[in-house]
């Protein structure tokens, strides 16, 4: 057994790492905050959406400034797509959510209880979207309606996949469409989960960065260049 001498206290070397693991979630990803207070952050308190953590990185290295995005079932996403600059549509089964996530009415949100006012109110607005989010009522039933919104080059969100089998295997029908699945943990949720991106052929936004949360700026390895000579 690997044991390593901590301040004169001796742990096994799997523990040592176990405790860098856990320091990195409760402090970098922000999941001890997330579950205290029952509200989705990262580690510098801001609101995230409630996609998987790999999801999440994946998104927010992205600009998203003016780009539409509609959401079948709003939330803390809502909240995280309006603070990236986006121009936010969407529709909510519940009042109370409704106005929890739009409490000034500045935000383009209706709320529909009926099946088919909900998932055809996407094509009220009369116009295509670069994100539509499938995360609410209804979701088998939303599929459809958000193909024949999406913009070429946009990308469609399904949350909890894993759980909407049916609903993910539909969307795989449309073959324009790339399906990336992101597995992992959430905030607050203590099971790994997925959420799916859906990637138009013609999708052409490049992250920022691919430094993950938690991951260290390193200078490129001795490697990282061309090892031919001329």
């Known amino acids: 057994m690997i044991e390593v001498d901590v301040s004169g206290t001796k742990l096994p070397i799997e523990e040592l790492h176990f405790a860098f693991l856990n320091n990195k979630l409760r402090n970098e990803f922000g999941f001890l905050e997330s579950s205290r207070n029952n509200i ?84 009220k607005h009369k116009t295509k979207f670069d994100v539509i989010v499938i995360d609410g009522i209804f979701r088998y039933d939303c599929v459809l309606p958000a193909t024949e919104a999406l913009k070429a080059g946009g990308m469609i969100i399904l949350d909890n996949s894993d759980w909407h089998t049916n609903t993910k295997e539909f969307l795989d029908n449309f073959s324009e469409l790339i399906p990336i699945h992101f597995h992992g943990f959430k905030p607050i949720h203590v099971e790994t989960e997925t959420t799916s991106c859906y990637i138009h052929r013609d999708f052409n936004k490049k992250p920022r960065t691919i430094l993950p949360m938690g991951g260290t700026k390193r200078d490129n390895h001795k490697d990282d260049f061309s090892c031919q000579t001329i």
């Open 40 to 123: 989705p952050v990262n580690g510098a308190g801001e609101i995230m959406p409630l996609y998987t953590y790999p999801c999440y990185e994946y998104l927010r290295s992205i600009i998203w400034n003016n780009v539409k995005v509609f959401e079948f079932g709003c939330g803390y996403s809502t909240l995280w797509w309006n603070s990236q600059g986006a121009n936010v549509y969407g529709v909510e089964s519940e009042q109370e959510w409704a106005d929890k996530v739009n409490p000034y009415g500045k935000l383009n949100i209706s709320v529909e209880t009926n099946v088919k006012e909900y998932v055809v109110s996407i094509h």
